[in-house]
């Protein structure tokens, strides 16, 4: 029932910052975990963090110390703040909602329809 639309990807300069958004509707994020995924063409889908519905977070080294995952409880909305952006982090980005933590794609059942993210240098 549950549906999330992802938004805020574009064209970006490499050490460029850019906000995805992730709004949920027909639910709450009561629960769940959420995270972020990214996917390049010809590649697999590739973990970049998580929250879970206790406010604990993970990110994948590739990431770290450069995104931030949140909330908006009030709003149904998880955003991924991407700072010092790289031409590596070009991608299709996912926003989904699974019943455990967890880094493998296959644990998460609701997805976005993506949004494009593409770094140029």
């Known amino acids: 029932q549950v549906q999330l639309v992802e938004s805020g990807g574009g064209l970006a300069q490499a050490g460029a910052s850019l906000r995805l958004s992730c709004a949920a509707s027909?639910?709450?994020?009561?629960?769940?975990?959420m995270a972020w995924f990214r996917q390049a063409p010809g590649k697999e889908r590739e973990f970049v963090a998580l929250l879970s519905w206790s406010g604990y977070t993970l990110y994948s080294d590739s990431v770290k110390d450069r995104f931030t995952i949140s909330r908006d409880k009030s709003k149904n909305t998880v955003f991924l703040q991407m700072n010092s952006l790289k031409s590596e982090d070009t991608a299709v980005y996912y926003c989904?909602?699974?019943?455990?933590?967890?880094?493998?794609?296959?644990?998460?059942?609701?997805w976005g329809q993506g949004t494009q993210v593409t770094v140029s240098s």
């Open positions: 989904a909602r699974g019943s455990v933590m967890s880094y493998s794609p296959t644990q998460y059942t609701i």
């Open positions: 027909g639910g709450t994020y009561s629960n769940y975990a």
